[in-house]
């Protein structure tokens, strides 16, 4: 059984910072593209960020260099380090994994994962 849980989301003031966590199981995820996505009240659904296998990491233009997606596979957990933060930066976060070793250009896709989480809500005022 396949499971994604998302921590770590919470409220804080612009400038600040959050670290997300993704609890996996069921998986073999160091196989998995890996993603984070993030949707706000009224918009669409948008891919944060992204990892394959490889390591290869994959942001969004508005969070380039203000957040870091990583993998700790001794804890089979996926992170999201998120400093700077803005006001915009606020939404309903998800973790997410692709049965694919790359996470090709289509990483920002939802289609493009199968496997989601429920979700922690981050705030930044």
């Known amino acids: 059984h396949v499971q994604l849980v998302e921590s770590g989301g919470g409220s804080v003031q612009a400038g600040g910072s959050l670290r997300l966590s993704c609890a996996v199981s069921g998986i073999s995820y160091s196989n998995y593209c890996m993603g984070w996505f993030r949707q706000a009240p009224g918009r669409e659904r948008e891919g944060v960020a992204s990892v394959d296998s490889g390591g290869r990491t994959t942001y969004v233009d508005s969070v380039k260099g203000r957040f870091t997606i990583s993998k700790d596979k001794d804890k089979n957990t996926l992170t999201l380090q998120m400093t700077s933060l803005k006001p915009e930066d606020t939404a309903m976060y998800y973790c997410?994994?692709?049965?694919?070793?790359?996470?090709?250009?289509?990483?920002?896709?939802?289609?493009?994962?199968?496997?989601w989480g429920q979700g922690t809500q981050v705030t930044v005022s």
């Open positions: 997410a994994a692709a049965d694919r070793i790359w996470c090709s250009d289509m990483w920002y896709l939802r289609r493009t994962y199968n496997v």
